[in-house]
């Protein structure tokens, strides 16, 4: 069988599979040890053993404990903070990324600022270091080193021996035209070496005298663990399917769980090669198509193939590209690599020239720009987006689904279940995910397990991709001490520290070109209605506002606290947020920050993400189709496909953004605002420094709302835009007459 497929499709399965096989034991027991010894150790190690083993003592004594979660050198460095409560139950106190704090997006250096964060965290708790279970990190790190470094060299050799060192030179070329900030540490750039350094330093910070263990947990694990955890299912006494699928974990690609009233057990993983990866597929064709450095290119290329030919049926491109893959029994996924040339020569020479002749050539390393670096945007000119090249993004996308439904069709038939948690890297293909409640429907599932009125019901973390593990790390690592899962996920809001006003106005202070006028105390609910009314005024008025306030959401998506808010009403509003704005392709679409009733007003929610009052949609990780009504009342925020990326707003938690909705709703008729991320070529903005640098790099933007910890609301503007800023003062005055409030009482500006 496996002969007559490589007759008529390409071929399947590594080359040299023995070779890769022998060659990963003899690395991974060779590793293992040499890492150990430098204070990184395997979870069955001695070390490993005695901690989880004291962490389980701990919890059946009924008493409170902390582990430390932990990850560098690898995409998405940071560290966390979770506490297991003398109920025996685990909650998430604090998820800290790196990116935030040096501005680098993606950032892989170890976690100085995050590490930092934590220890403020523990002094409000009253802890010290020695009071932490354990320090655990989101990767089995010789795993890591088998399977994404030697495996699949030894698979593809000869051919692929020149492999390190190409990824190595490309990488290089792409930091260097990307122009990437951050220490020039050696430490900070090579993996290994940074690495084993990682225990020094960070018992150093911690004060500790020596090295801090770290205790390494199965990378899938760290992603399902967490998301099961935190899901609307992890309460319940039916079955519930958690998958991870990413580029690649330590030992696979793909890893299914079941977990039924808190207990969670993994089921299986797909084994065998990390080239056979649905993640590193996307993110090789959406990169050297769309022209972005990966981890860049997924959401910007999913973005675009709503534009393209989405027809199975009719687009060209698809009815070839499909065999990229072969599914295979029991769920498996097999790479082509006849036409997959990225696993032997990388980012050098990714295409072979099959694939060449259904996609065209690649796009080099060299000629990408990165959109996540701080660069000179207003400098940018993007490539056109042609008919041709977006309808190649919906051939990538419809092959990536096709994977996907594979895999969970297979997933669902093994479990019998109809729960789904979903997460790893591939979990933000939001459109991805709505595809999954359409195909696995009352009809699928009546037709295939003949189970009437049921249906496929789904949940995915606001941060399904590896910005999440640190946290994933120590909840699983708690979980198999006997924690029990706490309450399911309301919100996002966990990196860093609220602002305090005193840094706010500090930041604004050192602006030159800036310009404040204070608003009054928040806390009071009447002063805030007034605030929010004010925001919602400028708004309708097609004023583009930022926001900040509070605890910074983690995760890739921006939900409130770190937001630029435009009127969703304006079609507009589109092309001027990332023309002027972001400084970033027309075809990106723009989400809606929408209450409830507005959410179902002018979206078909679907059943399958109704769970805890519909919770799949506040984190923007799953699209809903528009009705009617959406295309004409909000079209900022409908995609080319008819769909919107929905946030809806709680009152209970962000109740400033929940005011402000309702005043949307009675100034232009609708409970929506157009939300996208306080950035601009950098991550999100984590600090009041970042805020106003994003304000002056967004030359579009009229003015940039703070509210600080004591809930000072203060309005911030840029004066030397002269008529940005008179256009936001007309927008004051004007509010102010309407609504008798007076601006000149200083003391309680907003008090009528």
């Known amino acids: 069988m496996e002969e007559n497929l490589n007759a008529i499709f390409g071929r399947w399965g590594p080359k040299r599979p023995r070779l890769a096989r022998w060659g990963g034991r003899a690395a991974l027991s060779a590793m293992g040890a040499f890492l150990s010894r430098h204070g990184l150790h395997r979870p069955e190690s001695e070390l490993g053993r005695s901690r989880l083993a004291a962490l389980e003592q701990a919890i059946r004594a009924g008493q409170e404990a902390y582990v430390l979660g932990f990850n560098t050198t690898s995409h998405n460095s940071g560290a966390a903070l979770v506490r297991i409560c003398k109920r025996g139950s685990v909650e998430l106190i604090c998820n800290e990324e790196e990116e935030r704090y040096t501005a680098e997006k993606h950032c892989d250096q170890y976690p100085e600022h995050s590490i930092e964060a934590i220890k403020r965290h523990m002094q ?12 655990v ?27 390190l060192l190409r990824e190595r030179a490309a990488v290089e070329k792409m930091r260097e035209r990307s122009a990437r900030g951050g220490s020039e540490d050696p430490a900070d750039r090579e993996g290994i070496p940074a690495l084993i350094h990682a225990p020094a330093r960070l018992g150093q910070q911690l004060g500790l005298g020596g090295r801090m263990p770290i205790v390494g947990v199965r990378h899938h694990d760290a992603h399902a663990y967490l998301s ?19 580029g690649a974990g330590d030992d696979s ?37 769309g022209g972005w450095p990966q981890l860049s290119s997924e959401g910007r290329y999913m973005g675009a193939a709503a534009w393209g030919d989405g027809k199975r049926l009719t687009n060209r491109h698809y009815r070839r590209l499909k065999q990229i893959f072969h599914f295979g029994p029991e769920g498996e996924v097999r790479l082509n690599r006849v036409l997959a040339n990225w696993i032997r020569a990388s980012l050098a020479e990714p295409y072979s020239e099959e694939l060449i002749d259904i996609l065209g050539e690649p796009i080099p390393p060299e000629e990408m720009w990165n959109p996540d670096a701080v660069l000179n945007v207003e400098d940018i000119r993007h490539p056109e987006l042609t008919r041709e090249r977006v309808d190649k993004a919906a051939a990538v996308q419809m092959a990536f689904e096709d994977g996907l439904i594979h895999v969970v069709d297979h997933a669902i038939r093994l479990s019998a279940s109809n729960r789904l948690v979903l997460s790893g890297g591939t979990a933000l293909n939001c459109v991805a995910n709505m595809r999954l409640l359409e195909c696995f429907d009352e009809r699928w599932y009546e037709r295939n397990l003949g189970r009437a009125n049921t249906r496929l019901h789904l949940w995915v973390p606001p941060i399904p991709g590896d910005a999440g593990t640190p946290i994933g790390a120590a909840y699983a690592f708690a979980m198999r001490a006997g924690a029990r899962p706490g309450s399911s996920l309301r919100h996002a809001f966990y990196c860093g520290h609220a602002p305090t006003t005193t840094a706010i106005r500090a930041a604004v202070s050192a602006e030159p070109t800036a310009a404040s006028m204070p608003l009054g105390d928040c806390s009071d609910p009447d002063v805030m209605a007034r605030v929010a009314d004010l925001l919602a005024h400028v708004v309708a008025n097609d004023g583009i506002m930022g926001i900040y306030q509070g605890v910074a959401e983690t995760g890739p998506r921006a939900l409130g606290h770190r937001s630029i808010l435009a009127n969703p009403c304006k079609a507009d509003s589109r092309r001027l947020l990332n023309e002027r704005v972001k400084h970033r392709e027309l075809i990106r679409p723009l989400a809606p920050m929408l209450t409830r009733a507005a959410a179902e007003r002018f979206f078909y929610l679907e059943q399958g993400a109704s769970d805890d009052d519909y919770n799949a949609y506040n984190y923007m990780v799953l699209t809903a189709r528009a009705r009617p009504e959406a295309h004409e ?11 919107g990326r929905l946030q809806i707003v709680r009152p209970d938690v962000d109740p400033f953004c929940h005011e402000f909705l309702l005043a949307m709703g009675r100034r232009v008729g609708v409970e929506a605002s157009v939300n996208t991320s306080l950035n601009v070529g950098a991550p999100i903005a984590q600090t009041p420094e970042q805020a106003m640098s994003t304000l002056k790099r967004a030359g579009g933007m009229d003015g940039l709302l703070t509210i600080g910890r004591d809930r000072q609301a203060t309005l911030v503007w840029l004066q030397d835009r002269a008529d940005v800023r008179e256009r936001l003062m007309q927008a004051v005055r004007a509010w102010a007459r309407e609504t008798g409030v007076s601006l000149s009482d200083r003391s309680h500006p907003l008090q009528a």
């Open 253 to 289: 690609t793909t890893s299914l769980y079941i977990g039924r009233g808190g207990e969670f057990t993994r089921l299986s993983t797909s084994g065998g090669s990390r080239l056979d990866s649905l993640g590193t597929m996307y993110g090789f064709l959406s990169s050297t198509q």
């Open 633 to 643: 009342a909000i079209p900022a925020v409908i995609h080319h496909d008819g769909t």
């Open 228 to 246: 099961y955890a935190v899901s609307p299912f992890a309460a319940s006494s039916d079955p519930a399917m958690a998958m991870v699928i990413d």
């Open 137 to 163: 990190s989101s990767w089995d790190y010789p795993g890591l080193f088998n399977l994404a470094l030697l495996q699949p060299v030894l698979e593809e050799a000869p051919a692929s021996l020149t492999l």
């Open 124 to 135: 409000a708790l009253g802890l010290e270091p020695k009071d932490l279970a354990a320090c």
